[in-house]
């Protein structure tokens, strides 16, 4: 394998690590999978991405030294001057200088980005936000954010904390977040707070879906919503519902001309998410906005922040 032009993007979940070899037009050439050891801290969990990136290395018989740059996509506030995570909720990580950590292991340059914004960056360069000017990428998972990209430019806001879309609140005294507040639109239609909705309102689900209580997963939900079991479709409508709410906000303050779906729950069939949504969106939000921005699944796919990290490097140069 050519090393010429290619990066590694990381993209680290609340669930899973994903890793790729990512070519300059985006084509990810090699790529892994790791779980997150959010249990054992930030060193654990640095440890699992070296590891997997070691892992990476080794299976594309490249050296560290013919890789361009590393690129991290990180589920929180990054500040990508200092390398910095300040804040990432479901990692439980404060302050960690994951970059300084890097470094001391690979001698090329290191970007860090929240993962949405690495999102935004992919659809932007290689997706469906090719050529526009204002491109937002929503991620629906483990998490919810949204990352943008304004005028060729990640758009990280003045006090860096732009796009924090799943902390915006749809409950006023709803369920308790992992940010510390309470009613998040995250905690009411994240991928945990799907499963947890589910198994409380469906008592023998383990049982309908065939798997242990504890292995039941947001896909899980939407088939049984999709057969029609009635509290799986209700549960499929509030995440419609709350979702629907934080994209009508997104679209009357930010006037964004596209806005890409991707993340895990984005592969809920269309006819139970996409197509209920765009349908929200139409009828509530301002007029002449509703209009004329485009909700689309992400054209790069569900590997969107990772290739997003990777061509990371490409915005420094810009």
């Known amino acids: 394998m050519s090393a010429a032009n290619c990066s590694i993007g990381v993209d680290v979940g609340g669930t899973n690590i994903k890793f790729g070899i990512v070519g300059e037009d985006g084509t990810i050439l090699v790529k892994s999978k790791r779980r997150t050891e959010v249990s054992g801290g930030p060193d654990a969990v640095i440890e699992e991405i070296a590891g997997g990136i070691e892992s990476l290395l080794a299976e594309s018989e490249l050296r560290r030294t013919e890789i361009r740059s590393i690129g991290v996509g990180i589920p929180g506030t990054t500040d990508s001057r200092t390398g910095v995570v300040v804040f990432a909720p479901n990692l439980f990580w404060k302050n960690v200088a994951i970059v300084r950590i890097l470094r001391r292991l690979y001698d ?25 000017d204002c491109v937002v990428s929503v991620t629906l998972g483990t998490g919810i954010g949204c990352g943008m990209v304004v005028a060729g430019r990640i758009y990280h806001g003045a006090l860096n904390t732009a796009g924090e879309f799943g902390h915006q609140i749809v409950e006023l ?32 689900l383990g049982a309908l879906v065939h798997k242990a209580s504890e292995e039941v997963e947001v896909d899980d939900v939407f088939r049984l919503a999709l057969n029609g079991q009635p509290e799986a479709r209700r549960v499929a409508g509030d995440v419609v519902k709350y979702v629907g709410m934080g994209l ?33 969106v139409r009828s509530r939000a301002y007029q002449s906005a509703a209009a004329e921005v485009r909700i689309c699944r992400s054209e790069v796919g569900e590997d969107t922040p990772l290739v997003g990290a990777a061509l990371l490097y490409r915005e420094n140069a810009a």
């Open 248 to 280: 009508v906000n997104l679209i009357n303050i930010n006037s964004p001309q596209l806005i890409s779906i991707s993340g895990g729950i984005s592969n809920a069939p269309p006819e139970l998410l996409l197509d209920p949504l765009v349908d929200f």
């Open 108 to 132: 090329v340059p290191i970007c860090i980005a929240q993962d949405t914004r690495a999102a935004a960056w992919a659809e932007y360069l290689v997706g469906a936000g090719r050529g526009l």
């Open 173 to 204: 005294d709803g369920n308790p977040c992992n940010c510390g507040g309470r009613g998040c639109l995250e905690a009411h239609a994240g991928g945990l707070a799907i499963v947890r909705r589910a198994k409380a309102a469906i008592p023998d």
